[in-house]
């Protein structure tokens, strides 16, 4: 890790942080409101390391097995340090063992085989007393049917729904979106706030509203995200080969 490295990863989570402020006070919402996930996928545990130092707390990642790899070096460089990494990408079933290990919640879980496969793995780990909590679950919509970005569309949520009820390793903490490409993202902020609302009512609990990411999150916050996932505009461009 060089100083360099550290300086620009303050200076754009500085920028990062300062514009979800504005965004907050442009929407009349309260300070606070609004939770910064700095997705780290595609970088070295060392700038993880980095940000730590800076205060962050909260990280995504992606991919496994990258991301366990990762977060058992970051810990062991900094042990006296508690964060939280949740799950931001598409989740193989046979991969939610080693989720379920490391991810506070899984923010893209778009299908009944995928709950069924997360609230087994959830249940072991809390047995082999790898995790203390639950693993959250946010409910992944699809605003355009489109299966290859994801997401359940808004007739499948109340089933997904009660499907993580039905395991006391999981618990539904809300929904969470990714604005369709080529499509306006006031427009799609809006569609999916409006299936947050409808949701709510049969889901008071289910209170998290991850949207926004670093092309949209103002548009994300004015539409009522309580959790933005912003990687390029804190990390800098993806590289092509994943450390
Ligand atoms: C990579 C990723 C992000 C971060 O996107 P940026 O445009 O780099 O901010 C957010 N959400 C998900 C689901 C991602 O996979």
Same mark, same amino acid.
């Given at each position: 890790?060089?100083?360099?490295?550290?300086?620009?990863?303050?200076?754009?989570?500085?920028?990062?942080?300062?514009?979800?402020?504005?965004?907050?006070?442009?929407?009349?919402?309260?300070?606070?409101?609004?939770?910064?996930?700095?997705?780290?996928?595609?970088?070295?545990?060392?700038?993880?390391?980095?940000?730590?130092?800076?205060?962050?707390?909260?990280?995504?990642?992606?991919?496994?097995?990258?991301?366990?790899?990762?977060?058992?070096?970051?810990?062991?460089?900094?042990? #006296?340090?508690?964060?939280?990494?949740?799950?931001?990408?598409?989740?193989?079933?046979?991969?939610?063992?080693?989720?379920?290990?490391?991810?506070?919640?899984?923010?893209?879980? #778009?299908?009944?085989?995928?709950?069924?496969?997360?609230?087994?793995?959830?249940?072991?780990?809390?047995?082999?007393?790898?995790?203390?909590? /639950?693993?959250?679950?946010?409910?992944?919509?699809?605003?355009?049917?489109?299966?290859?970005?994801?997401?359940?569309?808004?007739?499948?949520?109340?089933?997904?729904? #009660?499907?993580?009820?039905?395991? #006391?390793?999981?618990?539904?903490?809300?929904?969470?979106?990714?604005? /369709?490409?080529?499509?306006?993202?006031?427009?799609?902020?809006?569609?999916?706030?409006?299936?947050?609302?409808?949701?709510?009512?049969?889901? /008071?609990?289910?209170?998290?509203?991850?949207?926004?990411?670093?092309?949209?999150?103002?548009?994300?916050?004015?539409?009522?995200?309580?959790?933005?996932?912003?990687?390029?505009?804190?990390?800098?461009?993806? /590289?092509?080969?994943?450390?």
């Amino acid at each position: 890790m060089t100083q360099a490295r550290s300086a620009e990863l303050s200076a754009a989570l500085t920028a990062a942080r300062n514009r979800v402020d504005a965004a907050v006070r442009a929407a009349g919402r309260a300070e606070g409101d609004v939770t910064l996930l700095v997705v780290t996928k595609f970088f070295p545990a060392s700038d993880v390391v980095a940000l730590l130092d800076l205060g962050v707390r909260e990280v995504g990642e992606s991919r496994e097995p990258e991301a366990s790899r990762k977060l058992v070096e970051v810990s062991r460089a900094r042990p #006296d340090i508690a964060f939280d990494a949740d799950m931001i990408g598409r989740v193989q079933r046979k991969k939610a063992r080693s989720v379920a290990r490391w991810a506070r919640r899984v923010h893209s879980v #778009d299908s009944l085989d995928l709950i069924e496969a997360l609230g087994g793995a959830a249940r072991r780990s809390l047995d082999d007393g790898e995790r203390t909590a /639950p693993l959250g679950v946010l409910l992944q919509m699809s605003l355009d049917g489109d299966p290859d970005r994801g997401g359940l569309v808004e007739a499948d949520l109340a089933a997904a729904a #009660d499907r993580v009820a039905c395991s #006391d390793a999981l618990r539904l903490d809300g929904l969470m979106v990714i604005a /369709p490409l080529g499509s306006p993202p006031e427009a799609a902020m809006a569609d999916a706030a409006a299936i947050r609302e409808r949701f709510a009512a049969s889901h /008071p609990d289910a209170v998290e509203f991850s949207a926004g990411m670093s092309g949209d999150l103002e548009e994300a916050i004015a539409a009522g995200s309580t959790c933005v996932r912003v990687g390029t505009a804190i990390m800098g461009a993806r /590289p092509l080969l994943s450390p």
